[in-house]
Structures are given as C-alpha cells and as structure tokens.
T-cell receptor
Framework: ETGVTQSPTHLIKTRGQQVTLRCSSQSGHNTVSWYQQALGQGPQFIFQYYREEENGRGNFPPRFSGLQFPNYSSELNVNALELDDSALYLC?????????????FGPGTRLTVT | AQRVTQPEKLLSVFKGAPVELKCNYSYSGSPELFWYVQYSRQRLQLLLRHISRESIKGFTADLNKGETSFHLKKPFAQEEDSAMYYCALKGSGGSNYKLTFGKGTLLTVNP
C-alpha cells in the first residue's frame, strides 16, 4: 500500500503566474482534500474532491481550482499568483468523505511566490 | 463558524514531567475533535480522535463540551514526544468534510 505523494516538492513562481500542484491518493482512497499552510499557521482547508466532484470549499477565491481524475489523483491550480500564496500546500486522501474517515496527509509542496 | 484555538505556541518540559497541550474550540453543533502530530521531517499524522476514547503513545484527550475544550495530556513526557501538535475539528452534517486546525503547539521535551 503506497501513501499519499505530492509533486513537486518545491516550486518558485513569480507574482501573476499560474501553478499546478499534483497529488496521488493512497491506494483505495476516493476522496482528496487540499490545505494551505502558511508559515506559523495550521493547515487551512481549501476544498475537497469526492469521486471527481468538488464536495466542499473553504474561504478561498475562485483562482484556486482543482480537479480529480478517474484514478482519484488530484491537481490544485492557482491562477494569478500573489505573494501571500507562498505556503506549504498539503493534500490528504481518505476512503470516503465524512467525519468518520481518517485523512492521510502527503508531505506537501512548498510554493514560494516572488 | 468553526474555530480552534491553541493558546500556546511553544511548550517546553523536562523528560518525565506531565504535559498538557491546550485546545479550545468554537462550534454550534456536535463536533468531532482530533489531535494531529508532526515529528521533525515527517508528514502530518493523526494521533488520536475523541470518538475513539483511546490512549495513543501514552497520550489521552477528553472532550469537555461544557468548557469546549479538548486538551491533550500525558503523565510522563518522553524526548521522542518532541513535535508539533495540532488540534483539529470536524463539523457535523453539511460541514463534516473539512478539518479546521488550530495554529499548533511546538512541544519540546528536554533531557
């Protein structure tokens, strides 16, 4: 059984650019959640995908968007990058949506916007 | 709205001393509370959840709905407990899909 993987590990982008981050779910998991963790803060929920549909969204603007593919891997896309988007982006997969299902976290992608 | 507060950014204790990491929450419904831990150079992982009412690595946490608290306790801290600890909440009903995290407490256990 493989764990949650994310790519790339680190990324540097310029303000105004677009970025795509990738996440592979743990084997057998059909739900992926994305979180943003700014320095010194706890992870903040961006959105969740369940069976390829967005299942819920946090307080993030529409320039944060996502996709989930039939193999349940996922992408997070951020357009028009701002300096405040610099953060660690975490994805977490679970067997299904809902409170009883444990979320397993990936190692994160560190995004720096200059 | 869901909110989790961890009042201590840093907590330092000596090996063998009791440790308590505080967590308070705000939520109008019936929440589910968790403690997550992140050891140095490792990924975030679940430590325990209130619904399980179990002890993991000697840690326990009791949900106190009257005080809206979910403090994490261990009677005798070990050096390997040094890590970042996050308290998290999941709502019920329509908001049961997301975790709301506190800002975390960095626990250092000194020899």
């Amino acid at each position: 059984e493989t764990g949650v993987t994310q790519s790339p590990t680190h990324l540097i982008k310029t303000r105004g650019q677009q970025v795509t981050l990738r996440c592979s779910s743990q084997s057998g998991h059909n739900t992926v959640s994305w979180y943003q963790q700014a320095l010194g803060q706890g992870p903040q929920f961006i959105f969740q995908y369940y069976r390829e549909e967005e299942n819920g969204r946090g307080n993030f603007p529409p320039r944060f968007s996502g996709l989930q593919f039939p193999n349940y891997s996922s992408e997070l896309n951020v357009n028009a990058l701002e300096l405040d988007d610099s953060a660690l982006y975490l994805c977490a997969s679970s067997l299904a949506s809902g409170s009883i299902y444990e979320q397993y976290f990936g190692p994160g992608t560190r995004l720096t916007v200059t | 709205a869901q909110r989790v507060t961890q009042p201590e950014k840093l907590l330092s204790v000596f090996k063998g001393a009791p440790v308590e990491l505080k967590c308070n929450y705000s939520y109008s419904g019936s929440p589910e509370l968790f403690w997550y831990v992140q050891y140095s150079r490792q990924r975030l992982q679940l430590l325990l959840r209130h619904i399980s009412r179990e002890s993991i690595k000697g840690f326990t946490a009791d949900l106190n709905k009257g005080e809206t608290s979910f403090h994490l306790k261990k009677p005798f801290a070990q050096e390997e407990d040094s890590a970042m600890y996050y308290c998290a909440l999941k709502g019920s009903g329509g908001s049961n899909y997301k975790l709301t995290f506190g800002k975390g407490t960095l626990l250092t256990v000194n020899p």
